[in-house]
């Protein structure tokens, strides 16, 4: 439940499943700069992504974890944030990740506002309403995730004839493997998906 001081409307997920394996903090015990941030967040969203919450149990890592993600997610030049989600959301559902297939699935929905994409995507890309540019995307991301040792020069060299630039690859490189990551530590966590990304991004 919301700790000491804060608004009565910030609260934990009350489900009565765990976010997390390990131990969530409560939020007022939280460093000033993670309970600013997710002050933030629940402004902005109205609920409280559990990754923060089961995040918090490493402040450390929690603070490094979504400047990586945020530089790369938020970047404007490149890829479109629709893209991106793209990426994260084909990538998760081959690592079995449900959280980030869950939440970022509701996000791509959001931001394609296409309310089958991210189901398509995430159970098979090639089977999914793409564009030729996304799906050669996704097909290097998916190299990436199934075997990025076999990725070669002639790879980079076929995608900057498909049209992509050198820091779109890039992007496509480092978002598959930041939540190869990502996903690992999820599943690691057994960390729950919020109830209201399910819905969110279908009507």
Not at 39 to 50: A, D, L, Y
Request: proline letters at 4%; hydrophobic letters at 45%.
């Amino acid at each position: 439940m919301a700790g000491g001081g804060w608004p009565s409307a910030i609260l934990l997920d009350m489900s009565e499943y765990p976010i997390s394996r390990f131990p969530v903090p409560e939020l007022a015990d939280l460093p000033d700069d993670i309970r600013e941030m997710i002050e933030t967040v629940h402004e902005k969203s109205g609920f409280i992504p559990n990754v923060f919450l089961a995040l918090a149990h490493r402040p450390d890592e929690l603070r490094a974890f979504f400047a990586y993600h945020d530089a790369l997610m938020y970047r404007e030049e490149g890829l479109t944030k629709a893209e991106r989600e793209m990426i994260v959301v084909a990538t998760s559902g081959v690592n079995n990740c449900l959280y980030c297939v869950v939440a970022h699935g509701a996000i791509l929905r959001i931001r394609t506002k296409n309310s089958l994409i991210a189901d398509q995507v995430a159970t098979n890309p090639g089977k999914a309403d793409l564009t030729d540019r996304e799906r050669d995307m996704l097909g290097f991301a998916l190299k990436m995730v199934n075997d990025s040792a076999a990725v070669s020069a002639a790879d980079i060299e076929d995608m900057k004839a498909k049209g992509f630039t050198e820091d779109e690859i890039w992007d496509i490189g480092a978002i598959t493997a930041f939540f190869a990551m990502s996903n690992r530590l999820a599943n690691l966590m057994a960390m729950r998906p919020n109830d209201e990304f399910y819905t969110m991004g279908r009507g």
